[in-house]
């Protein structure tokens, strides 16, 4: 009896020591201001990385802790300030959150501007984040829609042969850098990426920085970058499928696959568009409508997947991988070809509580080929190949200044029916960088930073420094800064040997040197309550900016260096948001360019642009609204034109009129997980007279409706 009963005694206390070892905490997670429950509410353990959980419909989570130790937990919700709270007792225990809104989406961790994240509220340099909210508004289909929808200061529009080119506050694409993740894009045509590759489904945000950014990002940062940041997986799994259908018989299927289990979030997405082409010239009496009068219909297809995998709480890999294709319809004889595959490995180690070291190799490519329907003929013309190696690392000081250092290395790749007989080129890239970000108060903060990059095949090095200051005074943020900024010369830049059109040969020019800037900056932002207004001046001195000019000698156009040209401008913000749902913001931009006289270069920069955003959003037990009132106005420009390729001294000028387009967009959740959005574009029907590059190549008012289906919320 004894042994027996003293087995039993055992048993009971092993089963009691299990179950005092964990504890069950539990609670809902509301709106502030109208206590209603947040369905899909993250709750994070800070000292337990990989322990978290969602809230249901109701508002509720329950989360099981191992031990009786005293943890803290977050509560995150899309729009909302975070909230934290400290379990208490040793026991069981019920902790609510009461979550107040976000009004001025300042709390968003900004990553393009420091390479470090940082709420964007205290970022020194001028940065403009476009969230998932705003782009879920818009309804746009890649990143060309979105942008000319939201920021003022930027324009896409035709160049030759009817190819997208970009104008941001007086610079090109070349100028521009864009990133999805942080990593940059192969291939481009007329000195633009394919904008097309950067499709919308599964973002979670858009950050822009205006200016240069070369100290960190190098080479083509010398106009600023936009970062286009992926969305992770929150939920154990989601399903998504969406469809959109519009005018000109324009189609849009969309799919993403996630899954959050363990130590392995994915997250799958799949997107397929097409539209006819479109003829300018039905509805009019004009033959000659403009300098098109058909746009090229086409279609794409973007597959991407996103692996991550936490192999401790201090170490984490990112795997990526996707393809591209799109097709064009160019002639009935040719359509043009364009494929792109890229994938990815990074890992994060997290060494010490101060330091951490990120390690990642990243490889693109990016094809064109002409395919000729008589012989089914596939002709591939043009393949651009990066492999880049890079490495970051941080180390934090005194808990709030933060050293970084880093490096790269990339071999750039190039065949293209521009060189002489189809030939190809490789070029070298070498980079180093450090930046110190310094919190000397939590009024003031400082980042100074300077990178050194090295290009084999041009042999030029180059130094690009940065110094950007914040100081808070009240209500007011009081920001300034000074950046380099280059641009090294492309390897089609210095090797081109092409027949333009059968008209002309351009050449290229080894001896090119980099495209060089500096750019000044002041803003001040002024925050109180639900409102926030932002100024900010800038002024930016370019020289030795590449361009073609005419050779007699060789009786074609050779790329060149010129003289200096300045860009300076303003841009102003104003934001409302308020509890009843309605939320606006209207923005505007002067950018003026100077190019002296004689130089072989002209402008076509907008003096005056402004976009505005008139919001309501409203949320029922069973039932959702969200509308939207969206426009963008671009003032007219009078621009010199060549009259002759050979001449550089005839032209006539030019004047493109005006325009303002805006958008009216409903969303109505109709049930768990079911949305339909229905849009009205070019609200006040408005078409040019004539159209040229850069008018819009609209019609008149157009509709389209959309569906989306979370399966997931579904079932819960």
């Excluded at 939201?150 to 896409?156: K, R, S, V």
Aim: with cysteine; proline share 3%; charged share 20%.
């Amino acid at each position: 009896m004894t042994m027996r009963f003293i087995l039993l005694m055992l048993l009971g206390l092993h089963f009691a020591t299990g179950l005092s070892a964990q504890r069950i905490i539990s609670g809902t997670v509301s709106s502030n201001s109208e206590n209603k429950p947040l369905q899909g509410a993250t709750i994070s353990v800070k000292e337990l990385p990989t322990l978290g959980t969602v809230t249901d419909e109701k508002g509720y989570y329950e989360l099981a802790l191992p031990d009786n130790k005293e943890y803290t937990l977050r509560a995150s919700y899309v729009g909302y300030n975070d909230a934290t709270l400290k379990t208490k007792s040793l026991q069981n225990e019920t902790l609510n959150f009461r979550l107040t809104e976000n009004t001025t989406m300042l709390d968003q961790v900004v990553v393009t501007t420091t390479r470090t994240p940082k709420l964007l509220k205290d970022v020194p340099i001028v940065t403009r984040v476009i969230s998932e909210r705003d782009i879920r508004r818009g309804d746009a289909t890649h990143i060309g829609d979105l942008l000319q929808t939201e920021l003022p200061g930027i324009e896409f529009s035709y160049s030759m042969n009817q190819q997208i080119s970009l104008n941001m506050s007086g610079f090109g694409g070349n100028s521009v850098l864009f990133l999805v993740d942080g990593e940059r894009l192969a291939g481009e045509t007329l000195d633009n990426v394919d904008y097309n590759r950067l499709n919308l489904d599964n973002v979670e945000r858009v950050e822009i920085v205006k200016g240069a950014v070369s100290s960190l990002y190098g080479s083509n940062a010398i106009g600023g970058v936009v970062n286009i940041i992926s969305r992770k997986s929150e939920e154990p799994w989601s399903v998504n499928l969406n469809g959109r259908y519009g005018a000109h018989n324009e189609q849009r299927y969309g799919g993403s696959v996630g899954f959050n289990r363990g130590r392995f979030n994915s997250m799958t997405n799949v997107q397929f568009t097409s539209i006819d082409a479109i003829d300018l010239s039905k509805g009019t009496d004009n033959e000659e409508v403009g300098d098109y009068s058909t746009i090229y219909g086409n279609s794409t297809l973007n597959i991407k997947e996103r692996l991550i995998f936490t192999a401790t709480d201090d170490l984490e890999f990112t795997a990526r991988a996707g393809y591209f294709f799109r097709e064009r319809d160019a002639s009935e004889s040719i359509k043009d070809r364009y494929r792109s595959f890229s994938g990815g490995l990074k890992g994060n180690y997290r060494i010490t509580e101060r330091d951490d070291l990120e390690l990642s190799y990243a490889f693109d490519q990016y094809d064109k080929s002409d395919y000729l329907t008589p012989n089914d003929r596939d002709v591939r013309d043009y393949s651009n190949v990066q492999h880049t190696l890079r490495t970051l690392y941080n180390h934090t000081l005194a808990d709030k200044h933060i050293l970084t250092i880093g490096g790269g290395y990339m071999r750039d790749y190039l065949m293209s029916y521009q060189f002489e007989e189809n030939g190809n080129h490789t070029q070298y890239t070498t980079d180093a960088f450090a930046q110190f970000d310094w919190n000397p108060h939590r009024k003031l903060n400082l980042i100074a930073g300077v990178r050194f990059d090295y290009f084999s095949e041009a042999q030029l090095s180059h130094l690009s420094p940065k110094i950007g200051v914040m100081y808070k005074v009240g209500n007011c943020s009081l920001r300034g800064s000074y950046a380099g900024g280059f641009r090294a010369p492309t390897l089609k830049e210095m090797y081109m040997n092409f027949y333009m059109g059968n008209i002309f040969m351009i050449y290229g020019n080894p001896d090119l040197k980099a495209e060089s800037s500096h750019n000044f900056s002041l803003s001040a932002e002024y925050m109180k309550s639900r409102h926030s207004f932002t100024l900010t001046g800038f002024y930016n001195l370019v020289d030795n900016r590449i361009t073609t000019v005419w050779n007699q000698e060789l009786a074609g156009q050779v790329y060149t260096n010129m003289a200096p040209l300045k860009v300076a401008g303003a841009e102003a913000n104003a934001t409302g948001n308020y509890p009843c749902g309605i939320s606006w913001r209207v923005s505007y931009a002067y950018t003026h360019e100077h190019i002296e006289k004689g130089e072989p270069l002209l402008s076509s920069t907008r003096p005056h642009t402004a976009t505005a955003r008139l919001a309501y959003d409203k949320e029922w037990k069973n039932y959702g609204l969200s509308m939207a009132l969206s426009g963008r106005y671009l003032s007219r420009v009078t621009a010199d034109v060549y009259t002759e390729i050979t001449s550089y001294e005839k032209t006539v000028e030019q004047t493109y009129p005006g325009y303002t387009i805006w958008k009216l967009s409903l969303t109505q959740r109709l049930w768990r997980g079911i949305d339909l959005t229905l849009a009205v574009d070019n609200l006040f029907n408005y078409r040019p007279d004539y159209y040229y590059s850069n008018s819009p190549s609209t019609t008149g008012t157009t509709c389209s409706i959309g569906l989306s289906l979370d399966i997931e919320q579904m079932f819960k």
